[in-house]
Structure formats: structure tokens, C-alpha cells
């Protein structure tokens, strides 16, 4: 078991200690995290490198809330999150986290302004209707508010998907290969719009990718070994 913290600084906006994770195979149990350490200040961006299977996304999965730990401690804004049950941990989520992903995950049966409205109106924002708008000019889309996913490109799409985890400005935004699934010109595009939103928010970023390019964009860089971190 992990020792507990005791106090976070008011300057960190995550910080791990001895995470794991392990999955149940027909082998036996395979542990995916071992013993994680890590600690990313508010404003920080942070890129996690490495090669595929080395845990990257189950990392970013586990400090967003979206999975569970078999043990360690993850503290996000303050909270500990490793205590929090799944309704505490989406109500978490929903002050305070933004998420993209290399799939964009937008709704199919909702338009591009829909989808950025989404988010404003389950946190129960006023005036989601005109943030969303703005944010969808921000990215480019003014000619795409009533299209739907399926008539977006793939650089459209996720030009959505930035606009939505922006809405709520959260605190702390994770971004799953955000250009995996896009060629050069629309990569260039994303990475640009991303960069630009998190200054002009100061939100603490994290994310994972395989694009060295990108990595060095972000103030710090991390490689992921075999579910263990490295210090670039």
C-alpha cells in the first residue's frame, strides 16, 4: 500500500504518488502501472512519451477519473481523487477536466454546436448557447455549426472536440494523441488551435503522444517505459 500524503502544494495541480494498476489476465495479473511518481504544477503543460503499451493512456485514463487504480494516491486540484467514488469522480470531472481524444468521441446525433453546448449545459452554465459559438469561430467552424460529425473532416472534428474541452475552461485538460488520427496539414492546424486556447486559459495540460514535434511544444516531456516514468 502507498503511503499517504499528507499535504499538496497550492501550486501543483496533480500529483501521484505509487500508482498502479494491474488487469486480470488468463496468464495471471499483469500490472500496467508500477509505482508512478509524478508531480505537474498549475499552467505546466507536460507531454508523456513512449512507446506502445507502455501505459500512456491508462495513465492519463487514471488521472482524469475515468478508471480506477489498484493502488496509489492521485491528488487533481486538491482532490483526492483516489477516494472519490464514481459519482463524486464525474462531478470532479465536470469542474474541472477537459478531455480530447485521438477519436474525438463527439456525438453523432448532435450538431457541431450541440456538442460544445453539451458540456455548458450539463454543468449548467448560462449563455451556453453563445460560448459555444464563440469557441467554434475561435476554431474556425462558424460555417459548421449545424453540421454533423459525419459531415465534418476529421481536422473539423477535432477542431470540435478542442472547442468542447475548452467550454467549461477547465482547470486541467488531458489530450489522447490529439493528432493521431489527423495528416500534416490538419496536425499542424490542432496542435496550433491547442496550444493558443491553453495560454489564453492557463490551463494545465497534459497529454500523450507519439509525435516528438509535439512533445517539444509542451514546457516538460516525460517518457513512459514498460509503466514506469522517466525524466526526459
Known amino acids: 500500500m502507498s503511503t499517504p500524503l499528507s499535504t499538496v502544494s497550492p501550486d501543483q495541480a496533480i500529483v501521484v504518488r505509487q500508482l498502479r494498476r494491474d488487469v486480470d489476465t488468463l496468464d495471471g495479473s499483469l500490472s500496467i ?82 456538442n460544445v453546448m453539451l458540456p455548458l449545459e450539463l454543468a449548467g452554465h448560462d449563455g451556453a448557447r453563445a460560448t459555444a459559438e464563440a469557441l467554434l469561430q475561435r476554431v474556425g467552424l462558424t460555417e459548421r455549426l449545424e453540421h454533423f460529425p459525419n459531415q465534418l473532416s476529421g481536422g473539423e472534428q477535432q477542431r470540435v472536440a478542442i472547442a468542447r474541452a475548452f467550454a467549461t475552461r477547465p482547470a486541467i485538460l488531458f489530450a489522447d494523441e490529439p493528432t493521431g488520427n489527423l495528416d500534416h496539414t490538419n496536425s499542424d492546424t490542432v496542435e496550433n488551435l491547442l496550444f493558443e486556447l491553453n495560454r489564453e486559459q492557463g490551463t494545465t495540460l497534459v497529454l500523450v503522444t507519439h509525435d516528438l514535434n509535439l512533445a517539444k511544444r509542451c514546457q516538460r516531456q516525460v517518457t513512459m517505459n514498460a509503466g514506469q516514468l522517466e525524466a526526459v
Open 33 to 114: 502501472l508500477k509505482g508512478v511518481d509524478l508531480e505537474v504544477k498549475h499552467g505546466e503543460s507536460l507531454a508523456v512519451i513512449g512507446p506502445s503499451g507502455a501505459g500512456k493512456s491508462t495513465l492519463l485514463a487514471l488521472l482524469a477519473g475515468l478508471d480506477r487504480a489498484t493502488d496509489g494516491e492521485i491528488w487533481l486540484a486538491g482532490s483526492p481523487l483516489h477516494q472519490l467514488d464514481e459519482e463524486q469522480r464525474a462531478a470532479l470531472r465536470g469542474q474541472k477536466v477537459g478531455f480530447i481524444f485521438q477519436s474525438f468521441m463527439l456525438v453523432d446525433s448532435l450538431t457541431a454546436l450541440e
